[in-house]
């Protein structure tokens, strides 16, 4: 096939396809499909070998956002019922990294829900950073807190912060229908800021909530023009209580694609199969590993994922290996242009230092103001209930089961691991 071709060669020179190229990858057809994932691993493996880098959720607050992103469980009037509690003490969050970086994690990713930090969340983060440290100074940090203001990029790279996350999400064509209490273009600066500040960016994107494939071209081309050095693909968790909870619109096939043309943008690029990947791809999921080259280990913000145990079963019998902390994720030639923007900074950061210096996430999709002072889970964290049984194979929609349904029985909440009594899944 032509275009595989074209794609095959840009990518293993590092170059990045047309726009027209890209929209053609998502156009292509079932009986196509295994050779679109040939293609894209071809470029995969070029830079990133068989490595799968395992990266790890600390959700440090859960809930009480005031913004109004229509995708999130958290968001302000969501009648989703996750779990809901203010900031964790800097052990308790760091006990939950612990035991994400036990099961194979070499990135943990802090975040919080809220539309941006308070220079008191800076000092809360910081003191987690350090507690996280002081048991792994190996480990990396990403750090998730919605929009950044002035000098807060700074603050937390001196603090010990590798990375910070803060997604794109879908185009700025259609952005507007998704949040109205902050737009795009704050999404942006918040990404130049954490960039300007010499910490690895992050950012990402949401895959069906009912864009158009020149949504989803529009917003990875313009991921790559902002330098993100890792991009999570997030597949739409159509959370019960949502505005988006009957957006049914993926199948595992489309998935694969989305996740080709990602790649083919971005060959160089680390590539995280994010939130959604239990629910959209399915039994497919080994086959994403062919494209991406880093996931979540375990359990996301507020839904539960697969097993840890299952996540490094199935990178094993797929062919592929565990990242291990000494090896860099990012390609030679990347990681210098990554180390000479640090170098830029280094003495000019602003605040308080922690310990050791120290990402990203594709950690949380939704970004406000915590108003609640206290870093002590609410009484719905610690009476959390027991997980749920797992979902039998046959409640799993079919490619034509998008008829509006709410699909509550493939979405499972989270009720176990920070904020919680139990134990978390890594």
Same mark, same amino acid.
């Given at each position: 096939m032509d275009l595989l071709d074209t794609l095959t060669a840009k990518g293993l020179r590092g170059e990045v396809p047309t726009r027209e190229e890209a929209l053609a990858v998502l156009a292509t057809t079932d009986d196509e499909l295994l050779d679109v994932v040939a293609a894209a691993g071809k470029v995969r493996r070029r830079w990133f070998g068989r490595r799968v880098k395992l990266n790890y959720l600390v959700n440090l607050k859960s809930g009480l956002c005031p913004e109004d992103c229509s995708y999130c469980s958290q968001r302000l009037g969501s009648k989703a019922e996750i779990l809901k509690y203010t900031w964790l003490k800097p052990d308790q969050a760091a006990d939950a990294a612990r035991a994400g970086v036990a099961g194979g994690a070499k990135r943990v990713c802090l975040v919080a829900s809220g539309r941006g930090p308070t220079d008191r969340d800076i000092d809360r983060v910081t003191d987690t950073m350090a507690a996280i440290k002081d048991a792994d100074p190996a480990v990396e940090i990403c750090v998730c807190l919605g929009l950044l203001s002035d000098n807060q990029a700074e603050r937390l790279k001196a603090a010990g912060a590798d990375a910070y996350n803060h997604n794109l999400n879908t185009s700025e064509n259609t952005y507007g229908t998704i949040a109205k209490t902050h737009t795009y273009a704050d999404r942006v600066d918040t990404v130049r800021k954490a960039h300007g500040a010499g910490l690895s960016a992050c950012s990402g994107l949401i895959a069906g909530m009912g864009e158009s494939d020149e949504d989803l071209v529009d917003v990875v081309f313009a991921l790559r023009e902002l330098g993100s050095d890792s991009v999570p693909v997030n597949f739409l968790i159509p959370f019960e209580g949502t505005p988006l909870a009957k957006e049914w619109n993926l199948t595992p096939q489309r998935c694969l694609r989305i996740l080709a043309m990602v790649r083919f943008v971005n060959p160089d690029t680390e590539v995280r199969i994010a939130g959604g990947r239990e629910v959209h791809l399915r039994s497919m999921q080994p086959l994403g590993l062919h494209v991406a080259n880093s996931i979540f280990l375990g %359990?996301? @913000? #507020?839904? !539960? &994922? *697969?097993? &840890? *145990? /299952?996540? @490094? %079963?199935?990178?094993? %019998?797929? =062919?592929?290996? $565990? !990242? &291990?902390? =000494? !090896?860099? #994720? @990012?390609? +030679?030639? +990347?990681? %210098? $242009? /990554? !180390?000479? /923007?640090?170098a830029a900074h280094a003495g000019g950061s602003c605040g308080t230092a922690a310990s050791a210096c120290g990402s990203g996430g594709g950690c949380g999709p939704c970004g406000g103001h915590s108003h609640d002072p206290e870093a002590v889970p609410s009484e719905a964290a610690s009476s959390a209930s027991v997980p749920s049984e797992a979902v039998p194979s046959e409640a799993f929609p079919s490619e034509n089961d998008t008829d509006g349904e709410l699909r509550s029985d493939l979405v499972k909440v989270r009720r176990r691991g920070a904020g919680t009594e139990l134990a978390p899944n890594a």
């Open positions: %359990d996301y @913000l #507020t839904s !539960e &994922g *697969q097993a &840890g *145990q /299952a996540d @490094l %079963d199935m990178i094993k %019998d797929a =062919g592929f290996e $565990v !990242e &291990g902390a =000494g !090896e860099a #994720t @990012l390609p +030679r030639h +990347r990681a %210098d $242009v /990554a !180390e000479a /923007a640090q």
